[in-house]
């Protein structure tokens, strides 16, 4: 459950793009690009597109591309999130000179807030309640996910591959979080059953003493 691959273009120029996985996802994402239609209105355009076990996401502003490929499991509210908050940053720099820009002159530059962001949005527990607090969800929901032949040609789909071993970092820090949680369950599952034995075995004790003075009295 993770955002793979991220890029900003304006068209089939890329400005900058980020993965910490191999795989043919970058030859896709530039199919991918020339077949979208292109626009340049004043409202973001928000797209989703799945292939395979993927889903390309897509903010298009004044002729600018935000695109993410995440997993399937990825929620949609956290991937629009993370373009919305990249977005907002590459506005914010490059807004001027965007027309004008050549491929990759934003990537040395801007490659490191992909890298920071996307850190951010896989990892961070409070990427989805800030998505939340804003509350946009209701503008994601009316994002219609499509299947990707919709705008590529049945030729031109091949398959999606992506080299799972940059995920084992990814999935060992979550074992260890999830085995973490587990052990402090387990310890206070303990604790509970230790504090029943303790209990029972007093109140025993209790009685057999009250019962054994009660004795002791009328004898």
């Known amino acids: 459950m993770s955002i793979v691959y991220s890029l900003i273009s304006r068209g089939v120029t890329v400005f900058c793009e980020y993965t910490s996985q191999t795989g043919n996802f970058v030859q896709i994402s530039r199919d991918i ?6 626009s340049n209105d004043a409202t973001p355009i928000y797209n989703s597109y799945t292939y395979d076990d993927h889903v390309f996401h897509m903010i298009i502003h004044h002729g600018v591309y935000y695109v993410a490929m995440t997993t399937k499991d990825l929620e949609r ?7 919305e908050d990249i977005k907002a940053k590459f506005d914010e720099k490059y807004s001027e000179i965007v027309n004008t820009a050549v491929a990759y002159e934003m990537n040395k530059t801007f490659g490191k807030v992909l890298v920071e962001r ?4 896989n990892n961070s527990p409070e990427a989805d309640k800030v998505r939340k607090v804003r509350g946009e969800v209701d503008e994601v929901r009316q994002v219609m996910v499509e299947n990707i032949e919709r705008i590529l040609d049945r030729g031109d789909k091949i398959e999606l591959l992506v ?4 995920d084992l970092s990814e999935q060992a820090t979550k074992f260890k979080r999830s085995a973490g949680q587990l052990q402090r369950k387990m310890w206070w599952a303990n604790c509970r059953i230790q504090a029943i034995i303790v209990a029972s075995v ?8 009250l019962g054994s003075t009660k004795c002791f009295g009328k004898c």
């Open 33 to 38: 690009l020339e077949k979208v239609e292109a």
């Open 77 to 83: 509210r956290i991937a629009f999130a993370f373009l």
């Open 118 to 121: 996307m850190e951010y949005y």
């Open 163 to 166: 080299d799972k071993s940059g």
């Open 202 to 209: 007093t109140f025993v004790i209790m009685i057999i003493v």
